[in-house]
């Protein structure tokens, strides 16, 4: 994939988060003010899922196009994530080490969502990812975008 198209499909997995935030906004500030319901815990689970999803669709080409390589392994989300904060010989980092830490909660998150059934789900955890997820995600655009400029 050329560089053009890369910085194409990133500026789209870009306005994707930014769609699955907008459908879901009135629903991440009903919780804000009160407890969801299961059906509505489960919905925010898809949310919080969905939205690390898309971060790692955005790695994964970065690190398939840019960096031209992917981690592989077991471990090859979080050491993906861990690329995104390094240096090589033709870009800069992608992210900051602070906003890494912040997203390995959501990748953290995304490995228990998908390996478990959604009525295990306790609001008094996934509150912790979903109050910040709307500062998190504008934080890490602002990161990528500035990736992005420099890429350009």
Not at 15 to 38: C, H, M, V, W
Not at 66 to 72: E, F, Q
């Amino acid at each position: 994939m050329s560089l053009e198209k890369a910085i194409s499909q990133m500026n789209f997995e870009i306005q994707q988060i930014n769609e699955l935030f907008a459908s879901y906004n009135d629903l991440i500030e009903k919780s804000k003010g009160e407890e969801p319901t299961l059906i509505e815990l489960t919905a925010l689970g898809s949310v919080l899922h969905s939205f690390y999803n898309g971060i790692e669709n955005l790695f994964k080409t970065i690190g398939k196009n840019i960096d031209g390589k992917l981690p592989t392994g077991h471990h090859w989300h979080s050491e993906l994530l861990k690329q995104m904060t390094e240096e090589t010989y033709n870009r800069a980092p992608v992210i900051s080490q602070g906003l890494k830490e912040k997203l390995v909660e959501y990748l953290a998150f995304r490995h228990f969502y998908r390996n478990s059934y959604s009525f295990f789900l306790k609001w008094n955890e996934l509150k912790k990812l979903v109050d910040p997820v709307i500062l998190v995600w504008s934080e890490c655009k602002i990161e990528l975008k500035s990736f992005i400029e420099s890429q350009i």
